[in-house]
């Protein structure tokens, strides 16, 4: 999501539920289920990590095809996931 200076604050809020849906996540975590933890860290702008009681989760957000870090826009990707997820609560639905 761009910055733009004639967005309101509902546009703002579309764009949070937005990114809390697209946080229904999935991982290969052996457990089916759901984590719900906090996001730690960001690989790139669809791979984050989530801390579920002092264990860490490396999470593909599901339905995303973002470019990877080496890859044209991969760093601007990366810096717009981490501005909506970073030190947010997350679940991930993770099937088995």
Known sequence: MECNPEMGKNDFNRGSVLIATTLMLM????????????????????TLTLLVDRQQYKIRIAGIDAPER????GDKSKANISR????????ANCPK
């Open 70 to 73: 080496h890859q044209a826009w």
């Open 27 to 46: 991982t290969s975590a052996a457990n089916s289920g759901t984590l719900s933890g906090q996001v730690v860290g960001i690989t790139d702008g669809d």
């Open 84 to 91: 909506l997820a970073f030190n947010q609560t997350a679940a």
